[in-house]
């Protein structure tokens, strides 16, 4: 099994893919936040904007990294439930309801703290890149791939270094591309494909969009070879 060394290593692999496509007008949506320090790789390599799309797990309670839910935050909230996990954690309607707002209230608190007021570029008519550090259950990534749609973008492309076959497949419906470094058939914890899969702290969080937006705005931006 090869490893990413980092979320860095990773995101300069998948900005590779993503360049070779020759994607037009692209705007990078990373999800937080192990998503950002890959989306930025990936905006460097396109000179496009980083933004973020603030999306979150609802955990099973007595395993809270294994997804029952999604939800992203928005005029409308959209929440998009894994039934077999939902089932099996015998989680109904109301509890991930319950879930969802105590999630909400954490994505309105990170967009203060990682936005700072700054202008979200538009997504609308242009090619619309998600990225994140890995795909496991998908719940998240499909929630936040709809939330991404109903801005309407021009196309919508879907971009991670690793996920296996099985959950890219079951995302089809959603996205007009997939991009995937690596997709093995059984995937396990997607940070068995890292070697240094170290939490991303909000600071980093902050640091990075903030790089992002001066190497957009010409801060010395390189598209690479």
Do not use: W
């Amino acid at each position: 099994m090869s490893r990413f060394r980092d979320r860095e290593e990773a995101g300069l692999a998948l900005a590779e893919l993503v360049a070779a496509r020759g994607l037009p007008d692209p705007v990078v949506l990373a999800l937080p936040r192990g998503g950002v320090p890959v989306g930025l790789e990936v905006a460097r390599r396109l000179r496009a904007p980083l933004d973020l799309v603030m999306v979150r797990k609802i955990g099973v309670p007595f395993q809270p990294e294994l997804a029952a839910a999604a939800v992203v935050n928005g005029d409308a909230p959209e929440i998009v439930v894994n039934e077999a996990v939902a089932a099996h954690a015998r989680l109904g309607r109301e509890e991930i309801a319950a879930m969802a707002k105590v999630q909400l209230d954490e994505i309105a608190r990170r967009r203060v703290l990682y936005l700072k007021g700054r202008a979200q570029p538009s997504v609308e008519g242009r090619t619309a890149i998600v990225v994140d550090d890995g795909i496991a259950t998908g719940a998240t990534m499909r929630a936040a791939l709809r939330a991404v749609r109903r801005r309407r973008p021009g196309r919508l492309v879907l971009a991670v270094p690793v996920a296996s076959p099985d959950v890219l497949d079951a995302l089809q419906d959603e996205v007009d591309d997939t991009i995937c470094v690596a997709r093995p058939m059984f995937l396990g914890a997607i940070g068995a494909y890292y070697l240094d899969f170290r939490q991303i702290d909000d600071a980093s969080v902050v640091r990075m969009l903030d790089e992002a937006d001066r190497l957009y705005r010409g801060g010395g931006n390189s598209p690479g070879p």
